[in-house]
């Protein structure tokens, strides 16, 4: 019986692999049946994946506007550095401090309430007549986008600490900024990277955004000058360099946080 | 989330009231008393509704504020709601049977690390600048998280309900996902579809920030370059309170649905 369920969870294991595979050929046949083999769509319209990914390879050595692919992709991940390491800096202490001091914590809420609900994406005319159209504007959208879920996690994760932890530090003689640092904020440690690994998505959002909009470097830009000169492969390169960066951003801080938070079990 | 009530005006109320009250003294002040700060960077506050008062009665750029924001609620909504029709469904499909889930879940691994944002290029190449390039893009970005939220939800039924179920004498697969599987999923679809909601807001700013002839992303953007940051930020309160109505509403829906589920967080 036992090794019948082993044989039979095998097999479904296999299949399910079978029609992974079959299921990703089946898509790139398709689209290369309507574009190269058929002509059912013309190439202004959709690329054949071949055509992408020569594009993918010629643009390692060919500009596309200003700059050569690793250029853009250089820009992006400045800006989004910037973004998140300024966000992050101003929102995790706040955020530890607002869940800590309730006089703050009344005294901050509701102007956080008040601009929490206003899409970090239409802080971008805003930024971009505050700050010009380079660096700045960009850093400060991203930043708005990082800012709000990791402030909010960490506010949470500090609010909401098990009241038996601080309870024990107080027994054992621990003063009230001990029980700050050595207790509260790294119990609250799971809860700020979650908020952070949210806002480093939604930032990667507000990056495109704001590259879309106005820029001339960075992969939001590529995507924008393949739909403006009628080059769609250069925007479906741009969207899936985009789509790796968010992948590896996001291995990253799960990462992270399993090296951090090494007691946390899966 | 404070639960000392002393008397009508807490502590809380105060400190909210003085918070308040102090960011609009310091606006008032720096633009208007000592004018540090010109209007065309931050207008003084009076001016924002002076301006409201304004374009709420005469048309700007091509509508009336209402006008603008009738526009973007029917991209929103229409983008929103196919995307409720076709990735609930679909999500618990893919959480019931294995096999749909081996053919599917591959491709939305493979597209759902790009940001929805991104299409917006490609999209307008596909559809053109009216209304169904923006509906796709919004449909894209509410899509992910319900398909993603209704997989979930099925694939966390408690194998217990589903063993009840069978002992009581279901026999029929329908019947167990239509009696079991998908009432005990809700809470978590439905948390997938206030996901779905803020994305759609997000791109529908950004895609009305790119291409378009009305709506609030329209008008904000015209505002920019006519240098009326009033103009910019009454769109930026429009959205951030017709997002956080909705996402209100979708709260109370949440209660009435799903009674059983107790109240967390905020």
């Known amino acids: 019986m036992a ?73 992006s991940l ?70 709000f879920p990791t402030l909010i996690n960490t506010y949470i994760g500090v609010k909401f600490v098990d009241p ?16 700050l640092w050595e207790v509260v904020v790294p119990a609250s440690v799971p809860l700020i990277v979650a908020g952070v690994r949210i806002g480093v998505g939604l930032g990667m959002m507000c990056l495109v955004a704001a590259e879309l909009v106005a820029a001339s470097s960075g992969l939001g830009y590529l995507i924008m000058l393949g739909g403006d000169d009628l080059k769609p492969e250069l925007s479906i390169t741009g969207m899936i360099l985009i789509g790796v960066l968010g992948l590896i951003a996001d291995r990253m801080i799960l990462r992270f946080e399993r090296k951090v938070v090494y007691w946390k079990k899966e | 989330m404070g639960a000392n009530k002393r008397g009508p005006l807490s502590r809380k109320t105060i400190l909210a009231v003085v918070s308040g009250a102090g960011v609009i003294g310091v606006w008032f002040a720096l633009t208007a008393v000592f004018r540090v700060i010109p209007p065309a960077f931050l207008p003084p506050p009076q001016n924002i509704v002076t301006d409201f008062l304004r374009i709420l009665g005469s048309p700007y750029v091509g509508h009336t504020l209402i006008g603008h924001t009738l526009v973007s609620l029917q991209i929103v909504l229409g983008g929103f709601f196919s995307a409720l029709l076709i990735g609930i469904p679909l999500g618990i499909l893919m959480g019931w049977f294995k096999r749909i889930e081996a053919i599917v879940d591959p491709l939305f691994q493979l597209l ?20 169904q390039s923006k509906i796709f893009v919004i449909w894209l970005s509410a899509f992910v998280p319900c398909v993603i939220n209704s997989y979930t939800g099925i694939r966390l039924t408690e194998p217990l309900l589903v063993k009840a179920a069978l002992g009581l004498g279901v026999t029929r697969q329908r019947d167990l996902l239509r009696e079991v599987a998908i009432p005990s999923a809700l809470p ?21 920030l790119l291409a378009s002839d009305a709506g609030l992303g329209y008008m904000m953007q015209m505002a920019r370059r006519a240098l009326e940051p009033s103009v910019i930020i009454l769109g930026m309160l429009v959205i951030g309170i017709l997002g956080a109505l909705m996402a209100r509403g979708l709260r109370v829906l949440e209660k009435r649905l799903c009674p059983w589920v107790k109240e967390e967080e905020h």
């Open chain 1, 164 to 179: 038996l932890l601080i309870r024990a530090a107080q027994t054992l003689g621990a003063g009230d900024r001990n029980i």
């Open chain 2, 188 to 208: 978590v679809i439905l948390g997938g579809v206030r996901i779905g909601l803020g994305a759609a807001w997000m791109t529908l700013v950004a895609a009305e």
């Open chain 1, 3 to 75: 090794r019948f369920l082993q044989r039979l969870g095998e097999r479904i294991y296999q299949e399910k692999i079978v029609l992974s595979i079959s299921s990703v050929l089946g898509f790139l046949f398709l689209w290369l049946l309507v574009t190269d083999v058929l002509g059912l769509m013309p190439a202004i319209v959709l690329p054949s994946p071949e055509k992408v990914f020569f594009t993918l390879y010629e643009k390692i050595l060919v500009p596309a506007g200003e700059e050569k692919l690793f250029g853009h992709v250089l820009a």
């Open chain 2, 112 to 131: 759902r690390p790009i940001p929805p944002l991104a299409w917006i290029p490609l999209s307008l190449l596909w559809f053109g600048i009216g209304i």
């Open chain 1, 78 to 147: 400045v800006r989004i550095l910037v973004g998140v390491g300024i966000a992050l800096a101003l929102a995790i202490p706040l955020g530890v401090l607002m869940g800590w001091y309730e006089d703050l914590d009344a005294l901050a809420s509701p102007i956080i309430e008040v601009l929490r609900p206003i899409p970090p994406i239409a802080w971008i005319p805003l930024a971009i007549l505050w700050f010009g159209i380079g660096l700045g504007s960009k850093v400060f959208i991203i930043a708005i986008g990082v800012f």
